[in-house]
């Protein structure tokens, strides 16, 4: 188990351990990925601790997602940012590394006006601004390869396909994603080289709250390096007409502090088909943590398998 060594009383001596003084209050905050924990400290208020999985980022790479956030942050963008303690953002207790954040206020997005949606983008543009002017060195990129074919390749390979999943499934899905990823390969092509910058990477309404400002990012877990529309299109829903809509509003605000290519919008349904690939494998490969079965019972379900092999039949037409 990845997260075997952390417990309360670890959790408590590895603050200790870089001159914090937790007065005891712990309370575990929802994370798949990561653990995270809300951790009081004796001078009053609280922080917010995350240990992250083996692994998944090097050192390097979580240090770069720390000092992005620094730079979103001296800009004035709300945004959650790792302390300086002991002389380091980024800390080690025996296998596990943790950073420890301040405990940033706020309450789930409600995007059902334009307004919101205008602020969002202002907020959104502002951080590509920030984006715009420098270089990830050890972050990903966001590739096909990537999120794509690595991703299918883990899915295939991973323990719960050969346990509970029903063969003529997973030969299916070997068919379907096999399909999909060339017809995404082939619609990238089409589209031709994209504009790089420093991303969020992951952002939906679940990696942000709305403070008394506006949005706070909470998360930079997954920046990356990509498209700005990486950063956009999971803030559209509904129909068509009301995708153009939300997109509009979004624009307005964006288009005060940054730009964005407007053909950019072609690489949404691509990018909607890698983000599909992923996620599932995503969960397949965590499989092992005990997290992940009582956060997804239904994912080893013939039901969800029948679905999302159709979903994936219909992005293929999408494309």
């Not at 001296?74 to 420890?100: E, I, K």
Request: negative net charge; aromatic residues 10%.
């Amino acid at each position: 188990m990845v997260f075997s060594t952390v417990s309360p009383d670890s959790i408590l001596e590895a603050l200790e351990g870089i001159g914090l003084e937790p007065d005891g209050r712990l309370f575990e905050l929802n994370s798949y990925e990561n653990r995270v924990y809300q951790v009081g400290l004796s001078g009053g208020g609280s922080n917010v601790v995350k240990f992250y999985r083996p692994h998944r980022w090097t050192d390097l790479q979580i240090l770069e997602e720390h000092a992005f956030a620094t730079e979103l942050a001296a800009m004035d963008l709300t945004v959650a940012v790792p302390r300086l303690c002991d002389g380091s953002t980024l800390h080690h207790r025996g296998s596990q590394r943790f950073a420890v954040f301040p405990k940033l206020v706020g309450r789930a997005p409600e995007l059902d006006g334009a307004d919101s949606l205008e602020m969002l983008g202002r907020a959104i543009g502002r951080l590509h601004a920030v984006g715009a002017v420098g270089r990830f060195i050890h972050r990903p990129v966001l590739s096909v390869e990537r999120l794509g074919w690595v991703a299918r390749d883990a899915l295939l390979n991973s323990s719960v396909v050969g346990g509970v999943i029903d063969e003529a499934l997973i030969e299916r899905y070997a068919e379907v994603s096999l399909a999909l990823l060339e017809k995404i390969e082939t619609a990238l092509v089409s589209y031709g080289t994209w504009s790089e910058i420093r991303l969020h990477g992951d952002c939906h309404l679940g990696n942000i709250l709305w403070g008394e400002t506006g949005p706070v990012f909470v998360d930079l877990d997954d920046c990356m390096s990509g498209p700005r529309v990486q950063d956009l299109w999971m803030l559209l829903s509904g129909s068509a007409d009301e995708q153009e809509a939300q997109w509009q509003a979004l624009m307005r605000g964006y288009r005060q502090f940054h730009q964005i290519d407007e053909s950019e919008r072609d690489l949404i349904e691509a990018l909607r088909g890698l983000r599909m690939i992923h996620y599932s494998a995503w969960i397949a490969q965590r499989w092992d943590d005990p997290a992940f079965p009582r956060a997804f019972p239904w994912f080893t379900s013939g039901r969800f398998w029948q679905e999302h092999l159709s979903d994936l039949w219909q992005q293929i037409d999408a494309l």
